[in-house]
């Protein structure tokens, strides 16, 4: 073969090669996308325990909530609870709760992040990373229509390569990136109603911002 031919042939099998993987990859994270439709889309409440890595790392919490946007999260040193309408930010140690509206809520929040991400963005790219010794696959999302959905503009999911439990949750909101660690997420676990409401006790100091 002529080395004019040699080159030519090389080209064309190289050309056919990145339309063969620009398809593949086109096709694996909306096959990963649609499975994790399949597997979260539906939830109507989520049980998670989870850890901050960004920007505060070393947080170690809880979070019970429903779709309906009643929730409640307990960390090491407080637990926030809303009802849907009205949101409480007790500190144990120090007896004291402060009482806001739920407006006054960040739409970063990490439930409010897992039950809409399905709805409100749409696959972008998927890249494997490795986290300490697993193999990762990150799907990054974007809003759709190019409109910044809850104001984030960019959300990856990370998957253990070849699952789809999620492992990880990074958005970008503006110029700061929130990354959680998920040690463990139920879909569709029954709550008793009191979770979500607190009441102080005579004791408590009460700070009311609503």
Same mark, same amino acid.
């Given at each position: 073969m002529h080395?004019?031919? %040699?080159?030519? @042939?090389? &080209? &064309?099998? #190289? @050309? #056919? @090669? #990145?339309?063969?993987?620009?398809v593949n990859a086109q096709d694996?994270?909306?096959q990963l996308f649609a499975q994790l439709r399949k597997k979260y889309g539906s939830m109507q409440s989520l049980e998670v325990s989870f850890s901050g890595v /960004?920007?505060?790392?070393?947080?170690?919490g809880t979070l019970k909530a429903l779709r309906s946007g009643k929730y409640h999260? *307990? $960390? *090491?040193?407080?637990?926030?609870?809303?009802?849907?309408?009205?949101?409480?930010? %007790? $500190?144990?140690?120090?007896? *004291?709760v402060t009482i806001n509206t739920l407006k006054s809520r960040p739409a970063s929040s990490l439930d409010i992040v897992l039950f809409t991400f399905l709805y409100n963005y749409q696959p972008k790219? #998927?890249?494997?990373?490795? =986290?300490?010794? *697993?193999? %990762?696959?990150?799907l990054e999302l974007i809003p759709k229509n190019g409109k910044t959905a809850m104001g984030i503009k960019s959300l990856t999911v990370? $998957?253990?390569?070849?699952?789809?439990?999620?492992?990880? =949750?990074?958005? &970008? /909101?503006?110029?700061? /990136?929130?990354?959680?660690d998920i040690t463990s997420l139920k879909t569709n676990a029954s709550f008793a109603e009191s979770i979500f409401s607190f009441t102080p006790t005579k004791d408590t100091e009460i700070v009311d911002l609503r």
């Open positions: 080395r004019r031919s %040699y080159l030519s @042939f090389f &080209m &064309m099998t #190289l @050309f #056919l @090669f #990145l339309q063969w993987f620009s694996t994270k909306d /960004e920007p505060i790392s070393g947080i170690h999260i *307990s $960390v *090491s040193d407080r637990s926030i609870i809303c009802d849907g309408t009205t949101i409480w930010n %007790y $500190v144990p140690a120090r007896k *004291s790219s #998927l890249q494997e990373f490795s =986290i300490g010794s *697993s193999l %990762y696959q990150g990370f $998957v253990k390569k070849g699952g789809t439990d999620i492992k990880r =949750i990074k958005a &970008m /909101e503006g110029q700061q /990136e929130s990354v959680w």
